[in-house]
Nanobody, 112 residues
Framework: QVQLVESGGGLVQPGGSLRLSCAASGFTFSRSAMSWYRQAPGKERELVATIITAGGSTKVSDSVKGRFTITKDNTKNTIYLQMNSLKPEDTAVYYC?????WGQGTQVTVSS
């Protein structure tokens, strides 16, 4: 079955950086569309970024454009979310997604 395991979250000061990882298994990684979502307390889950693993094309939401980058490593069946210039409003649980499958989430807290 599909397994998605996120890692890399933590506490960071405003302006700092983090890199999230999502290790995937149970499906054909190299022919998929995978995404990062986030959910802040009291808010709906929102799409952050998507990558097509076959060609590598990407799309990020306007709220993180220019600060976040989604990448992949097909040899490791892993996608990444590089987050730079983090802001307090980026605080959320970040989830990896493919179709209807979700990882357990990793907490990102941006605070001084």
């Amino acid at each position: 079955q599909v397994q998605l395991v996120e890692s890399g979250g933590g506490l960071v000061q405003p302006g700092g950086s983090l890199r999230l990882s999502c290790a995937a298994s149970g499906f054909t990684f190299s022919r998929s569309a995978m995404s990062w979502y986030r959910q802040a307390p009291g808010k709906e889950r929102e799409l952050v970024a998507t990558i097509i693993t076959a060609g590598g094309s990407t799309k990020v939401s306007d709220s993180v454009k220019g600060r976040f980058t989604i990448t992949k490593d097909n040899t490791k069946n892993t996608i990444y979310l590089q987050m730079n210039s983090l802001k307090p409003e980026d605080t959320a649980v970040y989830y990896c997604n493919i179709d209807t499958d979700w990882g357990q989430g990793t907490q990102v807290t941006v605070s001084s």
